[in-house]
């Protein structure tokens, strides 16, 4: 599994290349839920608090809806990735619309955080993660050398490989209740 540090790297990468774009804040001030609040367009790494790093964004989302893209995915989010969103987007209302992307499976328990990177790659230049088939053996090696380089490019692709596992498209809203947190129910999807 990737550090903070190389998430940072990353996501410092990617402001350089894309600095209207919000988010792409250290990573470590999620622990404290210290984002800054983003009234535009975002994108953001979060760690879930349980060894596991997933991709936030509300770009091309409509408003009071966030995208989560997770390559270890469960069919819903953690009480404290929801605490990184609500902080993030500092909403007055109290309820968020959480879409569960059908992004790319990690095949072993130590790459979400380069699937992480590559989801907010695609999304920055433009391409959907949920329709992209990465080349999962190829994307620490690209990573390594886009540290080196110190640019970050869109990660390899393998169209060609059999069928990719994707997780199951689901949505849940989010609800902050004071004095009990966050809870999470399902939404069904429209057709």
Same mark, same amino acid.
């Given at each position: 599994?990737?550090?903070?540090? %190389?998430?940072?790297v ?11 774009c919000?988010?792409l =804040? ?7 839920? $210290? ?5 535009? =367009? ?7 608090? $349980? ?6 964004s ?12 997770d390559?270890l995915?469960?069919?819903? #989010? ?15 209302? &109290? =309820?968020i ?13 130590t790459?979400?955080?380069?699937f992480?990177i590559?989801?907010?790659? %695609?999304?920055?230049?433009? $391409?959907?993660? %949920?329709?992209?088939?990465?080349? %999962?053996?190829?994307? +620490?090696p ?8 110190? +640019?970050?490019?869109?990660? &390899? ?8 596992? +994707?997780?199951?498209?689901? +949505?849940? #809203?989010g ?12 939404? &069904?999807?429209?057709?």
């Amino acid at each position: 599994m990737l550090t903070d540090v %190389s998430i940072n790297v990353s996501q410092n990468m990617l402001h350089e290349l894309f600095p209207l774009c919000k988010g792409l =804040e250290d990573t470590t001030l999620g622990t404290t839920l $210290q984002f800054s609040v983003c009234r535009e =367009e975002f994108a953001q790494i979060l760690h879930t608090g $349980q060894c596991h790093w997933v991709a936030v964004s509300n770009i091309g989302c409509t408003e009071g809806e966030i995208n989560v893209y997770d390559s270890l995915n469960s069919g819903t #989010v953690t009480s404290f990735t929801l605490k990184q969103i609500f902080a993030i987007v500092h909403k007055q209302e &109290p =309820e968020i619309i959480i879409n569960i992307k059908p992004v790319q499976q990690q095949n072993d328990g130590t790459d979400c955080g380069v699937f992480a990177i590559a989801f907010v790659t %695609s999304i920055l230049n433009g $391409q959907d993660p %949920s329709t992209a088939s990465y080349n %999962s053996k190829r994307l +620490r090696p690209h990573l390594l050398s886009c540290i080196k380089n110190g +640019r970050l490019s869109p990660f &390899p692709e393998a169209p060609d490989l059999a069928r990719v596992q +994707r997780c199951k498209d689901a +949505r849940v #809203v989010g609800t902050v209740h004071q004095g009990r947190g966050v809870v999470l129910r399902d939404m &069904p999807l429209e057709n």
